[in-house]
């Protein structure tokens, strides 16, 4: 088993950042993806960003390139999500999760942390 903590988040301004942070515990090892998604009310859970973690290699949603980067410590097990320029329609739960597949579908993530808020305001 895989065990995700989440922390971070909050509201900001448009024009902010936040950062959200995703900590590992448990069998690491089975993990090769973990991925970013958020979800606002009414609407579908879409990924923003992943990492393939035996390389570090972040791919990024075509809404967020250029404004969020995501980074890894593998000493500590944990991820990053830096969020600049924030943009109202970022509103929405934040999750972090983890799997063996490296794809877009939510489907495709085993393990998940609890969510976090980030609200931005106009």
């Known amino acids: 088993q895989v065990q995700l903590v989440q922390s971070g988040g909050g509201s900001v301004q448009a024009g902010g950042s936040l950062r959200l942070s995703c900590a590992a515990s448990g069998d690491t090892a089975r993990i090769y993806c973990m991925a970013w998604f958020r979800q606002a009310p009414g609407r579908q859970r879409e990924q923003v960003a992943r990492?393939?973690?035996?390389?570090?290699?972040?791919v990024y949603a075509s809404s967020v390139k250029g404004r969020f980067t995501g980074t890894q410590d593998n000493a500590r097990n944990t991820l990053y999500l830096q969020m600049d320029s924030l943009k109202p329609e970022d509103t929405a739960i934040y999750y972090c999760?983890?799997?063996?597949?490296?794809?877009?579908?939510?489907?495709?993530?085993?393990?998940w942390g609890q969510g976090a808020q980030v609200t931005v305001s106009a």
């Open positions: 999760a983890a799997g063996q597949l490296c794809k877009a579908n939510a489907d495709d993530f085993t393990y």
């Open positions: 990492v393939y973690t035996p390389s570090g290699g972040h």
